[in-house]
Structures are given as C-alpha cells and as structure tokens.
C-alpha cells in the first residue's frame, strides 16, 4: 500500500509539471500565430506600383526623340535647387533655351496616362497592404475592432540620392482605415523590449580598394539599420535586433500599457521622459564592433551590408 502511495504520490508530482509544461507550450504557440510581421519595403512598393516600369518606358521615349534628349542632358547638367544666384542664372538660361523641346515631348499623351497609372497603382498598392492588417477596413481576422499604434515620430521621405517612401499618405491611409493611437516614440528604438537596457550600436570595419592599385584600407561604417543587446537577450543568442522591428515592440508596448505620452506614468520606465531632477537614462549602449573577416559571411548582418562586404573584399 506504502509502495503504490509513494508511487502514485510520484505520479502525481510530475503530473502537474507535465500539464503547466504543456500549457505553456500552448500558450508560447498562440503568441506565435497571433504575432505576425507585416513589411512594405520600398522595392516592393516601387516594383508592385508600376515606379520602375514607368522610369524605363520614360527613358525610351526621351532617348528615342533626339531633341527631348539632349535638351534633358542639357537640363541635367543644371540645378535649380542652389542659394548661389549665378548657379540659378545658368538654370533659367538653359531651360529657356529648351523649352520647346522639352515641352513637345512631354505634352504628349502617354505623359498624362502614365502619371494617371502610377496614382492608381501606388494607391491601390498601399491601401491593400493597409488592408491586410486586419479582414478589413477597422475589423480583424475574427471580427474584432483594429487598432493600430502608430508612432508619432515625423521623418523625412528619402534623403538625397535615395528612393522616398509614401510616409505622410501610408499614415493618412491607415487612418482613414481603421482606428489609430498615436504613441510618442522617447526611446522606443533605443531600448531593448525584453530586457529594457540601451542597445548597443553595431560597427562594421568594410574593405575598401584605395586610390592607388593594389593598395586598400579598413573603413568603419554605422549600421544604420541594426542594433545589438548586450543583457539577457547576449546570454539566449538573440542579440542582434532590427531597429525598426524593437521600435514597433516598444510602441506596441506603449499603447498596450495606455501611454501615449511620454511623460505617461503608464510607461515604462525606460520609455518614459525622465522628470525634473531625475537622472535621465542612458541614451545609447556602448558600440559592437564587428570583425572585418564576419562582414561578408555573418547572417545577423542586413543583407546590403553583406554585399557591400563581400564586393570590397
């Protein structure tokens, strides 16, 4: 009798273990499927709404007319963007010298129908990314109200020599769709969203050919897009994060707790607006720097860093 007690007794310690392991296990499943991660990158934006097509097909109309073309080259030379007015001189004067060129060519119809195909194809493009955050406009998957936090952080559309994203019209769109909180963004990519420590910028030493044959030298560049976690997430190998993904983290943080603002006692602390005579916390983590031999072949790195790395080696 004494045996089979101790046995069941036995049995029933590790019953209870085995169903709070499983549970768990249901729960960590549930948080995977219901965390998604949605991505509009500006590639796909450009491929899917006709910008690309519609840059090549001007292209070939401009090299196929030989007046449009050099009056185009002529104009390109220029710019009208200057504070020095003699600069701005050397603009009119060419522009005025071929205005008729310029003007015959792209007062032709296929101009205007482009422009009009772009408009529909960049709205269409956005609204169904918009669209597949929930089944539809203001309802979720399963009937349920969507509301999405959006950051309330304002920053430019593209920075010289870079393709521009949609920001002001993504943001009005998602407005128009489903319901928004706006949460203020102090810290929200700064700081880990499990362990709530400053993250740790990420430098990368790149070879790079110098000027004279044969001869190259080690620079150091910012990953612009990549941060590093020098806490808990070092010790489980999940280190190295995405600014922009611990961002959304954060923020969804924010609107979960009712923060909206930054100086909200609802937030966390380490996202909260330090008070008059408080210590402020640290802005940024001391920077990882990368060895120059793991440029080319570390996976954590974004993939145009990689490139980079691999083409200058």
């Given at each position: 009798g004494g045996g089979g007690g101790g046995g069941g007794g036995g049995h029933r310690g590790r019953g209870p273990r085995k169903k709070s392991g499983v549970r768990r296990a249901h729960r960590k499943a549930a948080q995977a499927r219901t965390a998604q991660k949605l991505k509009l990158t500006r590639n796909w934006y450009y491929r899917?709404?006709?910008?690309?097509?519609?840059s090549r097909k001007g292209k070939k109309w401009i090299e196929n007319n030989d007046a449009a073309s050099l009056a185009f080259e002529a104009l390109r030379e220029e710019t009208s963007k200057t504070s020095k007015p003699e600069e701005y001189r050397r603009y009119v004067n060419v522009y005025n010298n071929n205005f008729e060129a310029l003007w015959q060519e792209k007062l032709k119809k296929r101009w205007a129908n482009q422009t009009q195909r772009l408009y529909g194809g960049k709205t269409r493009v956005l609204q169904r990314f918009v669209n597949s955050l929930g089944g539809g406009p203001g309802r979720g998957r399963n009937n349920k109200k969507v509301i999405v936090a959006y950051g309330g952080a304002v920053f430019p559309s593209g920075r010289r020599h870079e393709r521009?994203?949609?920001?002001?019209?993504?943001?009005r769109m998602t407005r128009q769709t489903h319901s928004t909180a706006i949460i203020d963004e102090f810290n929200t990519s700064k700081m880990c969203p499990t362990c709530e420590v400053p993250l740790q910028e990420v430098m990368?030493?790149?070879?790079?050919?110098?000027?004279?044959?044969?001869?190259?030298?080690?620079?150091t560049i910012t990953v612009r897009e990549h941060r590093r976690c020098n806490d808990r997430c070092a010790r489980e190998g999940t280190s190295h994060k995405n600014r922009d993904v611990v961002g959304a983290q954060n923020i969804l943080k924010c609107a979960k707790a009712g923060g909206r603002k930054e100086v909200s006692e609802r937030r966390p602390a380490c996202l909260r607006r330090p008070a008059v005579g408080e210590a402020p916390h640290p802005p940024m983590g001391d920077a990882h720097l990368l060895r120059p031999l793991t440029v080319e072949g570390d996976r954590r790195l974004p993939k145009k860093i990689r490139m980079r790395g691999r083409a200058q080696m």
């Open positions: 899917a709404s006709g910008i690309d097509e519609a521009y994203v949609p920001v002001k019209r993504a943001r990368a030493r790149i070879r790079v050919e110098d000027e004279e044959p044969g001869q190259f030298r080690f620079k």
